[in-house]
């Protein structure tokens, strides 16, 4: 079938992308779904730094390729062996997908799957198809996703079934940003009742944390940034204080303010300059995790002492090393009973032909998440 999609033929290109314009709407062929595969129509897709990161060329991925994956749709077919979907369910497009038989999937951590991980590498679904293309050009998938399209083909394993009655621009943002937010806070740091939280880049994920942070009970929040309108939507959204990272001695504002460091901070700008503030601001016994995607060339160095005589921990936190099946309704029922306020992050919603306007506004930072209305 044919399908407009936005498709990416070379990154690092010079901004404004409105100019610039990287991504280009294209008609190009969608082959029908294989077996394992199920053929979704996107009704919804978040713009995700993940996505700019492909752009921007800070996240190199084989091009040419239909961008996007934070998304939810509707079913419009399923290929052969698939049985836990059929056409009009309602579901959320993840990004990791999961092959049930690698070690980290034996052990319960689909997030680390290895074959996925390849596949999404590789710019190809799990099973190293690809089903896009224009004429004989082969067009990649991104991490098995491409949700900046009508319609896409994706693994079953790349999907989780929705029942609840929720609008697809809110079912939209658990595709990463919450799952990858919220999930460092409860599955990877494991944020106690009661403890000193900090999260250093209050974009979609960073807010998500915030958010997740808040619901496990940690008494205080702190959130910092160096966008004083995120700042103030961090502070609307219930953080207890707030700091411009802008400050050169912002560290020593937060360990002034906290006795001496939080017990769990989490940097989810994906720069060095953020974690080195995290890490600086972690008190001793503490955690710092991050969930930021940098660079494969950029490293982060800090004193090997401070690890051993002060006890820190250091961890990474890749989409919230969650489980989507278990967690994602879960995450939905919260949102639904105002104890997880997720859709409060949804800040602009645009069409598919605004997508290179959409990315300048996503790189200005002044906004959590713009979305997609496929429609």
């Known amino acids: 079938m044919k399908i407009r999609s936005a498709i990416l033929r070379s990154s690092g290109v010079q901004q404004p992308y409105a100019d610039s314009n990287p991504i280009q709407i294209e008609e190009i062929e969608l082959d029908p779904p294989q077996a394992g595969e ?59 997908p999961s092959c049930g038989h690698c070690i980290p999937c034996a052990e319960g951590r689909p997030a680390l799957c290895e ?29 098995g996703v491409s949700a900046f399209s009508e319609y896409a083909v994706v693994s079953q394993n790349s999907l989780v079934k929705v029942e609840e009655d929720i609008p697809y621009e809110k079912l939209a943002l658990f595709g990463c940003a919450v799952i990858t937010g919220v999930g460092a806070v409860v599955n990877t740091a494991k ?28 008494r205080e929040v702190i959130a910092i940034d160096i966008n004083e309108n995120k700042l103030k939507q961090a502070t ?3 953080a207890t ?4 990272s802008k400050d ?55 004193p090997y002492l401070t690890l ?21 309704p879960h995450y939905i029922h919260m949102m639904k009973t105002n104890r997880l306020p997720v859709d409060k992050l949804l800040s602009k919603i645009i069409s598919l032909d605004e997508i290179n306007e959409g990315f300048d506004l996503l790189a200005a930072g002044d906004h959590s998440r713009i979305i997609i209305n496929m429609n």
């Open 38 to 96: 199920v053929l979704i129509r996107i009704k919804a897709a978040s713009l995700c730094h993940s996505d700019l990161s492909v752009i921007n060329g800070s996240r190199p991925r084989p091009l040419p390729m239909a961008l996007g994956h934070e998304a939810a749709g509707i079913v419009e077919e399923v290929g052969n062996g698939v049985t836990n979907f059929k056409k009009g369910d309602k579901v959320i497009c993840v990004f990791v």
């Open 115 to 143: 074959p996925g991980a390849r596949a999404n590498g590789d710019g190809t679904l799990i099973n190293g198809g690809i089903r896009l293309h224009a004429g004989e050009e082969k067009i990649g998938h991104h991490v």
């Open 191 to 218: 944020v106690q009742l009661g403890s000193t939280v900090a999260v250093v880049g209050l974009g979609g994920i960073g807010l998500s944390a915030l958010l997740g942070a808040i619901a496990a009970g940690a």
């Open 236 to 238: 609307s959204l219930g």
């Open 241 to 244: 204080a707030v700091f411009n």
């Open 248 to 302: 050169s001695n912002v560290v020593d504002q937060v360990k002034e303010h906290t006795g001496g460091g939080v017990d769990y901070a989490f940097e989810t700008a994906g720069v060095v300059p953020a974690l080195e503030v995290a890490y600086s601001i972690t008190k001793r016994g503490g955690t710092t995790t991050t969930t930021g995607l940098p660079h494969p060339n950029h490293t982060f160095s800090f």
């Open 308 to 328: 051993t005589a002060e006890e820190k921990t250091m961890k990474g936190s890749y989409v919230g090393s969650c489980v989507p099946l278990r967690d994602i």
